[in-house]
């Protein structure tokens, strides 16, 4: 792909100019037009110092695609198609009204595919971590089915229903995250800085201590001469529960044990179930076959212990069982969805019913979010009304008993 200088005019007879890449002047003169420029010249652009790339500083400043940008895009891919525009005249004017760099390099190699013959859905396979499993498989069918228009008006919707429920959840956890953060400062500002000083004075008394204050100048001398060893085995903990994560048993049984988790597990299971029915709909109502959908759709579920029971569900209907029959013997579901799967796999109505299934998921897990923090805010009252007991009698007492004595009252 080589570097273009081109000069034309907009719409209102305007000389423009500017730079592009494109593997030919034919690939420039289409972004151009995709982007109402009539190109008068094109050339190639000469090159410049540190063209070959960029700045190591400038990399990591780099701002990665978002699922802002996916909803976008998708939205945008939708519009253009609707419009009748050619595929590679869309990535085209995509690609030069895009100003996020990571998004363009995307746009271009995705672009760069199409021209090399690739079909769309396997120039996307390219950027797994973008354009996962279940957008690729829908891409596909689209492509295979000729309704690619109408998939990427249910990627787009699917997408912003996953944007939905993070900035949900996060804006639920934003609060009581606040809290803990802000309790465990105090906790280490207080060990480290301000009982040391009380343990100086309550030195000389030269009396007893409550068992309270002991425990407390224990601790803090206990943080104080370990600290270094604590910050090395919090850092050694976080990399060995990561690399515990990224191991299939792991993985598994962590998924599992959120299912069980107070107050956030029940969330969890709805949001999962609200993905499962919505990506199955969507993939079924596609044309996908059952058991290719199933198989996708254990992959975006977000939840390995999840997945394995989709799985199930797939290596049953394989071997001839029904669906709903098939989602009683997973157990996942709720009996007022198992009837609702039933009904829908009896009536031929499955795709609908499914959409009726996520929408109910999603009105309960948008209902369980709302009452997040107002579940979560005694427990954190609870939490700081012990500690800030435990330091007022820690420190206080030894302080009472003193004056206590000293005014004829205490026991000597």
């Not at 492509?143 to 429920?165: A, K, N, P, Y």
């Not at 001469?225 to 976080?238: F, G, N, Q, Y």
Request: hydrophobic share 50%; charged share 20%.
């Amino acid at each position: 792909m080589a570097a273009y200088a081109w000069r034309g005019r907009n719409n209102r007879g305007e000389l423009v100019q500017g730079r592009l890449d494109a593997l030919t002047e034919s690939g420039v003169v289409d972004q151009l037009m995709a982007i109402g420029v009539a190109p008068v010249h094109i050339g190639l652009a000469p090159e410049t110092v540190g063209e070959t790339g960029d700045g190591w500083w400038s990399r990591l400043q780099r701002k990665g695609v978002t699922i802002e940008d996916m909803v976008v895009f998708s939205r945008q891919m939708y519009t253009l198609n609707k419009a009748g525009v050619p595929i590679l005249r869309a990535f085209a004017g995509l690609e030069a009204s895009s100003n996020k760099p990571a998004m363009v390099d995307v746009l271009k190699d995705i672009r760069a595919s199409l021209d090399q013959g690739r079909e769309l859905s396997t120039a996307m396979a390219r950027h797994p971590a973008l354009f996962g499993a279940f957008y690729v498989s829908m891409i596909r069918v689209g492509e295979m089915t000729g309704r690619l228009t109408e998939v990427f008006l249910r990627l787009s919707q699917h997408l912003e229903f996953e944007r939905d429920v993070r900035e949900r959840i996060k804006q639920a956890m934003r609060y009581p995250s606040f809290v803990l953060v802000a309790m465990t400062i105090a906790l280490v500002i207080i060990n480290i800085f301000v009982i040391p000083v009380f343990a100086k004075v309550f030195e000389g008394f030269n009396a007893q201590l409550p068992l309270i204050t002991r425990g407390l100048l224990a601790f803090s001398g206990w943080m104080i001469a370990w600290w270094p060893l604590l910050i090395a085995l919090a850092v050694v903990l976080a990399v060995a529960w990561r690399a515990y994560l990224r191991t299939t048993q792991g993985r598994y049984r962590w998924d599992r044990r959120k299912l069980m988790l107070p107050i956030v597990g029940d969330i969890i299971l709805k949001g999962t179930l609200a993905r499962f029915a919505r990506s199955f709909a969507l993939s079924s109502q596609s044309g996908v076959p059952l058991v290719q959908a199933l198989t996708v759709v254990a992959q975006t579920v977000d939840n390995a212990y999840i997945g394995s029971r989709i799985e199930q569900m797939r290596d049953g209907i394989e071997r001839g069982e029904s669906i709903s029959r098939c989602a009683a013997a997973s157990g996942v579901f709720t009996p007022v969805v198992l009837q609702m799967i039933s009904v829908g796999e009896e009536t031929g109505e499955l795709d609908a019913l499914l959409f009726e299934i996520a929408e109910m998921y999603e009105r309960e897990t948008d209902y369980s979010i709302k009452g997040l923090s107002a579940a979560i805010e005694p427990i954190l009252l609870a939490l700081i009304a012990v500690l800030v007991l435990l330091l007022a009698l820690g420190v206080f007492l030894p302080l009472w008993n003193l004056g206590q004595a000293a005014m004829g009252r205490g026991g000597g």
